[in-house]
């Protein structure tokens, strides 16, 4: 594969390397206040009546802080976390294993809870609403039912794709907040944050410029402002200033609207290939080499955000502010659109 996409939200193996840059309170954590406040007033509540916390769903596009607000949830309440994946829990029996080794009170995390083998997720069931678990030993004739009692546990559970959850998996959580996408100023504290904590000195202007690029998403915002330190180390005195972030982002691949080749390779093949649109997610992602889920879940959540995509019911099409930013006159072909001129 080609290398990693800088600005993808999906996690990647440096971030594991920082966690300190990760807020250990809601007290820290910026932005997102729909979701603080709520869930600040229910883990207060729980916490004051010594009780579990309700399950917990959070969804909204990668990078938001997903994992973030369950290790926060895991520290108000004081108790474990134990870390899960929907794709890796792929036999019922490890699924068993950790459920019954959980302790009162404490956090199972599931992240991408969406890719849930529906086998397994019917383990979940009971376990969430019931805490016990029924699970048939042996086959044929002497195959028995084991029923455990679980202690009152945790289930956060953390997707991309909220409406990919089965209607029984979603009705058991308590709690349910969607994250969206920061805005800029928020991602310009995040990032300032983030260089004190790294103790990296930076302007507030070219703090701006890295959250303005960062596609609404914090740990994108992170790890430009690495690159952006690297960058300024090696070829300007170790300054960050307005130009060495663009230089930097610039050398990266990194637009002004904060886009990458990827996210620019489709918005061409959407204009070159299929005339501006609509076309399916299948032909663009044989024609793009990527997987569709690549495509819907990371790349397209903030093109469609920004308005450069528009998910019509014949497929996607390149909006007139794609074409702009692309600097590709809007032809005349049917479905393209026309400036009016
Ligand atoms: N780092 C990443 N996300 C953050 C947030 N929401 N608040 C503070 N620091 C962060």
Do not use: C, W
């Not at 909204?60 to 309440?77: C, E, S, V, Y």
């Not at 596609?215 to 992170?222: C, D, F, L, M, Y």
């Amino acid at each position: 594969m080609a290398r990693e996409r800088l600005i993808t939200g999906e996690a990647q193996l440096e971030d594991e390397g920082a966690p300190s840059l990760r807020p250990d309170s809601l007290t820290e954590y910026i932005g997102q206040l729909e979701v603080v406040r709520p869930l600040h007033i229910a883990l207060e509540a729980a916490r004051q009546r010594a009780e579990p916390l309700e399950h917990v769903l959070l969804h909204g596009p990668p990078g938001l802080g997903k994992t973030t607000l369950a290790h926060i949830i895991r520290r108000h309440m004081d108790v474990n976390i134990v870390a899960a994946s929907g794709p890796a829990l792929k036999r019922a029996g490890d699924l068993m294993g950790l459920l019954t080794n959980l302790k009162q009170g404490d956090v199972f995390f599931i992240d991408e809870i969406h890719r849930l083998d529906p086998a397994i997720e019917e383990y979940l069931y009971p376990a969430m609403e019931d805490f016990v678990v029924d699970f048939v030993v042996d086959r044929g004739a002497s195959a028995r039912m084991l029923n455990f009692k679980l202690r009152r546990f945790t289930l956060v559970g953390a997707t991309t794709m909220a409406g990919l959850l089965t209607a029984p998996l979603r009705d058991r959580f308590g709690l349910v907040y969607r994250l969206n996408y920061y805005s800029p100023e928020d991602l310009r504290a995040v990032v300032l944050r983030s260089a004190r904590l790294l103790e990296i000195g930076i302007g507030e202007d070219a703090a701006s410029e890295i959250a303005r690029r960062a596609r609404g998403t914090p740990r994108v915002a992170n790890r430009l402002l690495r690159r952006v330190r690297d960058y300024a180390q090696v070829e300007a005195d170790g300054e960050i200033t307005h130009a060495v972030v663009d230089a930097a982002l610039r050398l990266e691949g990194i637009d002004e609207a904060g886009l990458d080749a990827l996210d620019r390779a489709l918005l061409r093949t959407i204009i070159d290939v299929y005339q501006g649109g609509p076309v399916g997610i299948e032909a663009l992602a044989a024609t793009l080499n990527e997987t569709q889920s690549t495509l819907v879940e990371v790349v397209e959540p903030y093109l469609l955000q920004i308005g450069f995509l528009a998910r019509t019911p014949g497929g996607r099409k390149a909006t007139l502010a794609a074409y702009q930013h692309l600097h590709v006159p809007p032809g005349t072909a049917p479905g393209q659109p026309s400036l009016g001129l």
